[in-house]
């Protein structure tokens, strides 16, 4: 066995560098019990991939994070404050594509950095910036509809690149994309959080996907979803998304969260 | 067969949209000149029926219509009468367009106040008003103002449910993520809601911009001392069937003049929708 495989509570709980805490979370819609109830914290910088059967309220931890959502019981912090309302420190990527379809790329990129009153040449350089870490340099005065998915995506993660948040909240985002370029995305992402040191909370169904990208993988229960596995990925960084996948160690994560995952 | 691989010199760049079907030469102007042919022969045909079967009098004939054309733009009343009704639905237009925007978006953006009063406005809405002319005679007089605030009222309420409409299908999803992104509410009011409804105001104008001309016809016919639509009511007084025709004619000038500026502020608006592959679902001229 490559890891250590921590138990339902992860131990890192009260580690100080520790940026977001769910302390003893637990959420409802409803009658419903939708997940928890869960304790688990993100350390800084850490690059958390969490996985789950459908409904087990992988995309609920992210809510809670972004504000868009309280907790039943228990409490969120982030950065040591309670979250209560909508975190702007975050950036949230879902494969739902948020373009604006009447503003071009660049203004699209442009548009957390107005709301977030950024001076004109800031601005510029920001958009410019991030086009260019997501590979869309040259497509700036393009409208969304002229773009691919995989594109739209870029531009998607570009535009919270642009107003750089500490954390990012992704769910799913590749998920629409076809395999080849799922990969050449992982390796982009991995590029982008080595560059920006930011916090990555990621979900998923892939279990490839996870342990390719992650520091630590999450595998959530049935509803009500709780932690039931919690693995260290201790792959060599940094890492390349094709060869890592032939490595021993690879298959035996795999297979330690395939079993830990329960599918029928 | 080699085709361009990369815009960007990024290898695996996808490449962008389709630039849009280029319509063959002799297809495209073949349907002009056929339109020009087809119009040609139905005036031919106009002026044979009315001098073989002898109907001037209830058809009038071409020749006849130019005639008093001619002599209606000689005698300086065309210029005034047309300058007239131009305003009265021109400024109606304008009135009615931003009062119907404005109330649209308020109404559609805070859906409390919506809800409260989408059923007085839809009582108004389904009342024929046209019936109101002779009320607005009261109110506004004989003059150009009565004229002007007709055409407004039925402007508005075409513009108003549309844009209604439109703020009310703003994606909520969409509102949240800019929350996410930094928004405050205002901002996702004036950068989200606002243009991603622009598409049904424009549909609501396009809609409205007819009855803008209704309003002042309307208006006129009702009690004016000068106008097309006044010119039209007293040619008909006098049996000049020609003249009702020629009215008729200024009419379509001047409805085909506003659809031509409409389309091409359109155009430039919602320049985005037209780019690239021409797919865009754009709601059209459909109330739901």
Redesign the interface.
Known sequence: MPATAATVASTRADDGAADIVFENVSVRFGALKAMGPLTLSVRRGEFLAIVGPSGCGKSTLLNLV?G?LQPYTGRVFYKGARVDG???D???ITQ?N?C?????VEANVR??L???GYRRAEMDDRVAKALRQV?????EK??P????G??LQRVMIA?TLA?GPATYLMDEPFGSLDAQ?RL?MHTELLRLWQETGATFLFVTHDLHEAITLADRVVVMSRRPGTPKLVVDIDLPRPRDVVEIQSDAAFGAYFKQLWHALDVD | MSQAQT????V??????GQGTRVPHLVRHGTLYLQIVTLTVMIALWEWIADRFDTVFWTSSPSGVLRELVSWAQSGQLASDVALTLTEAGVGFVIGSVAGALLGFLLGWVRRLGDLFEPFVLSFYTLPKVALAPLFVLWFGIGALNKIMFSGLLVFFMVFFTTFQGMRQVDT??L?????????RL?TFI??AI??S?VWVFAGLRIGLPYALIGAIVGEFVAADSGVGYRIKEATSFFNTAAVFAGLVVLMVISLAFLAILKAIERRT?R??T???TD?TAPGEAHE
């Open positions: 972004a868009t909508a975190n702007r975050i950036g949230y739902k948020y604006l379809p009447w503003r071009t548009l957390p107005e709301f977030r590979s869309l340099s040259g497509f393009s409208y509809r002229q773009l691919s995989g594109m535009r107003y370029l050449r | 815009t960007s010199g990024d695996n760049a996808e490449p962008a949209g999803d969409l949240a993520n800019a929350r996410l992104l930094g928004a405050s901002q950068k989200i243009p991603y622009a919602l985005w929708q780019i690239g592959e865009a």
